[in-house]
Each structure stands twice: as C-alpha cells, then as structure tokens.
C-alpha cells in the first residue's frame, strides 16, 4: 500500500448540516463521517512521484497570472497574451512539438448602448454576441445614435408564440433550464460526505449556460422583432452576465440584459408608456483562435489528451483560469517525471491543450477535430480525453439577491464513457482525493445525442472517450469571476485525481478505455455525423 499523501487532503472541516431547516434534507440523520479508505471502491495507486506536483498555491499562483491578463477573448491582446504564456509554460514543463493550432473565429466589441423608456435610462448590457450579421460573417452594426423606439411585447418565461412581435421589443425572463437534480439523474456515483448535494436549495440550483436564451431569440428572430431585453430572473443582483456565442443561433438583432430589481423598474415604467427606446453598436471582426498544444512522447503514438481551455470574457479566474492552470500543473508534474534518472516512457504519448474559442463558436473545437480526430494526418491517435474545467467555490444567490459564496466546491460532475474497470478506479480516485461534492455522470447515452456541455464535448461526439470534469457556479460567466471564488483546497486534489486516471489509463489496451470499444465508438459518431453533424 502505497503512502498516502496527507498534505492533498488540505480540507480538514467539513460544512455545516445541510441548510434550509425545513426541506427534506433537515430529516436525515448527518451519517458518521466515513473515512475515504472505508469508502474507496478500488484502489486508485499513489501517482509515481507525489512530490513532483505542484502544490495548491503554486496552481493559484498560475490562476492569477491569467486573471492578470483577462479579459483573455479571443483575438485581444488579453487572448493573445495568455496563450502565450500557456506556451511559455509548457515549453518550461519539457514539452516537445509546443505550437498553436489555429482557427478563424471572432472578436465581438459592443460600444454606445443603451434602453430607454419614456426618457428614463436604465441600467443594461448587451448581450453577448448579439446583433451580429450572421454565423460566419464579420462587421459592424448600429442602430444610431438616436436608436430605435419600438413597442415592447412582455412574454415573461414564456414564448414568443402566438403573438406579434414584427417590428417590436421581445422583453422576456431569462430561464437557467437545468437544475443539478436534473444532471444527477445521470449519476453513476456520488462522493457526497458532508450532503451537500442533497441539500434541495442546492439540487434546485441551475446552472447559468443551459438557458432559454437560444430558443426565445430564435422566435423572436422568425417573428421579425427589432430586439430583445432579457431580464436575468434566476441570477444574482448583476447585469454582467457574458453569455456564450450559441452557434446554433446566430443573434441578429441587438439584446440587453438587465438585473431583476432593474427589470422591474422597466416593467413599471412599461404600464404609462408601452414603448422603449434601444440603442446599439456592435463590432464583430475576424480573429485567429489560438489553442496551445504540447506533447510528452510515449513509446506509442497513441495520445491522451489533457485539456482545458485559456479564454474567458471577464476575468475568468474560475472559467477557467483554474482548468488552464491544472493543465499546465500536469504539464510541470509529467514533464519533471521525464527528467528524472532513469524515467522510463510510458506506453502512451501525453498531449497537452488549452483551448480558444469556447465563448466565440468553438472554431478551434471543431478544427482540433477535424484534424486529431477524424483526419488520419496528425500522426497521433487521440485515445482518450481527460478535461478539466472550473474548480470553484459553490455560491448561492443570497436573500436580498446578492451572491454568496461558500467555503466549498460547487458541486461537480466528471461526464465520462470509460470503461468499467475505468470507472471504478475513478471512484476511488474521487474518494482518496477527497472531491466531495462530486458525481460521475454516463456519458455514453450522451455520444451520438445530446453531447455533453464541456469543452470535450467535441471528443465525445468524435467517438474519443472523455472524463471531463466540471461545475457550474452561477457566476462562471460574470465579472464576479474573480481570484476568491477559486476553490483554493481542490487545486492539488484535482490534479493528482488526474494524475492518477491519465496512469490508470497508460497499460490498458487503447481501444478499450472506452465503454464502447472504439470501432463500435467509430461507428455511432460516423452515423451521427452523417445524419446529425455537428
Ligand atoms: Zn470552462
């Protein structure tokens, strides 16, 4: 039995019993706390040199350096500054072969907006990505200086069928679609000690990135409207909310976004005057995605990739300075490995990526593919995908509609089609790591239909099976994403969790890291690129 490490078990108190007295979560008896050895399904083996990887204040001391440089949007000078530094870092890991992987994406700048009822001002953003020309189309749009004045159609969390809104206003409430108890459905195992996730205010939570956003701009796109203004029902008390560009639904017309109290205000002032006046200006210009790649050679071009992704709209310290920062942590620790006397490679080549483009229409996402995946010029074999993404502290929104944040995880899921001997040994590396508040959620019923929401979706749908990990706080997309929601104590854990999937993954036979053996895998993402594409 290999020593444990007790320095990555940094998380010595746990949280109170679950909150919200009355709920049902109240009734259940808090177990006794049952220690990780009691509980692990399957012996996780420590990692080959524990004390080459880097500590949690050293993976946060790469975190700030990307919050330094945000907003890191693709085709700024913040995007192009932090994908340097990724390569900067890998080539000081020991990586071989580091460069870019390019793509043409775009950079969105809106300026001069504003929604006006009845002479009054209110406080609004444009929603990202709106008003743009089309999917793959470039320039600038504006509704003037003197903006247009339209009459405003309320359709609340409803929908824009039925109703006329040609020539009009869509105001609408924006719907966060999915609560985590609808993602624990997809619950193989859970590492909950302290029921944290069966706390209903915390089950009842949504995620802010599966909205209603797409569908209520599709309807009012076909309806004919001039514009939307979404009011952010289920989000704390800010309007920067910097939506993802939803390449389904290229936003044509202009949107705002406005607070729930502010979305009263214009309620209120709607009942005297039925008609608001918006304004907008937006650039959309061509940009280069950089995705910043590097290798470790195996004895075999067969390749394990670890990913995350270096952009972000706002400061991004959590979305995902902490997923860039763990990759390049693996890329310090198997790098330093490679150094040592007498290293021996291991079977499979390790890859190493932090994506561009996950805000901008997953450009990169789609050319990765293409060329590591489908295409059979690469030279290397993606046989597995391990993501990493968004290692937060969990935050609730507060009574009087700020946002509170709590001092542990916000509840993750790592999405995954491993096998099941795969999957056993990920329980346990969940366990000894100590990642409370994490479910391993099937994705094998997700290739082929729905993908998964991570940046792996793109490797699950090519039939490459994934563990992508990742949470949902609800201020991943704002300006509140900054250094102090990083959950600081999950940092090492979650690397070493890697660590030791990415080793566990090294002896087995490549075509059988998946559930689904990879010819099989083959032959779903072929029938779903044929009938479905992506
Ligand atoms: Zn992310």
Known sequence: MPARARSSWPRARAPGPPRGGTGPAAA???PARATPS??????PREIASPGLL????????????????????????????????????????????????????????????????????????PISHSFIRGADLAGTRTLGRRGV?????????????????RGKIVLFDL???????????????????????????????????????KTVMQEAIDGGAVGVVGVLADYFDSNRYHNEY????????????????????LRHSLETSSRATI??????????????????????????????????????????????????????????????????????????????????????????TRKYVLGTKSGYRLVANAAIEHVGKQAKIAADGGLRVLDQPEPRGIFENLNPLLKARLAGIIVDNDLRGTAMLNATPMQGTVGIPTD??????????????????????????????????????????YAQLVDAMQPMPSDLIGLTPTPVSTVIRDLWFQFLGP
């Not at 009691?38 to 012996?43: F, V």
Request: glycine share 8%; proline share 7%.
């Open 279 to 368: 304004r907008l200006t937006a650039e959309r210009a061509a940009a280069t995605g950089r995705t910043v790649v590097g290798f470790l050679p195996g004895r075999s071009r067969d390749t394990i990739l670890i990913q995350s992704h270096h952009d972000s709209q706002g400061p991004g310290a959590v979305e995902d300075g902490t997923g860039a920062a763990e990759v390049i942590a693996l890329a310090d620790y198997y790098g330093a490995l490679a150094r040592r006397p007498g290293y021996r490679k291991p079977e499979k080549t390790l890859m190493f990526a932090t994506f561009d483009t996950h805000f901008t229409g997953y450009q990169q996402h789609n050319a990765f």
């Open 175 to 213: 719907k966060f679609q999915m609560p985590l108890a609808v993602i624990a459905a997809a619950s193989e195992f859970l590492y909950d000690p302290d029921l944290q996730l069966v706390d209903p205010e915390t089950m009842l939570t949504a995620n802010p990135y599966m909205t209603s956003l």
């Open 28 to 30: 259940v008896a808090r």
């Open 246 to 265: 939803y390449g389904s639904v290229p936003m044509t017309i202009p949107g705002f976004w406005v607070t729930k109290k502010e979305g009263a205000a």
């Open 54 to 125: 880097p500590g949690n204040r050293a993976i946060l001391r790469t975190v700030r350096d990307l919050v330094e440089m945000a907003p890191r949007a693709t085709g700024t000078p913040g995007g192009r500054q932090a994908a340097a530094y990724v390569a900067r870092r890998f080539r000081a890991a020991g990586l071989s072969n580091v460069h870019y992987e390019t793509a043409r994406s775009y950079r969105w700048t809106p300026s001069d907006w504003g929604v006006s009822v009845g002479g009054r001002r209110f406080d609004t953003r």
């Open 149 to 165: 004045t339209a009459p405003v159609v309320d359709i609340g969390a409803g929908s824009v069928a039925g109703r006329d809104v």
């Open 38 to 43: 009691q509980i692990a399904p399957a012996s």
């Open 456 to 497: 792996a979706n793109w490797a699950l749908l090519s039939g490459v099976p994934v563990a992508s990990l990742i949470a949902g706080p609800i201020y991943m997309y704002d300006e509140a994403d900054t250094l102090d929601k990083v959950d600081v104590a999950s940092l090492r854990p979650v690397a070493r969790a």
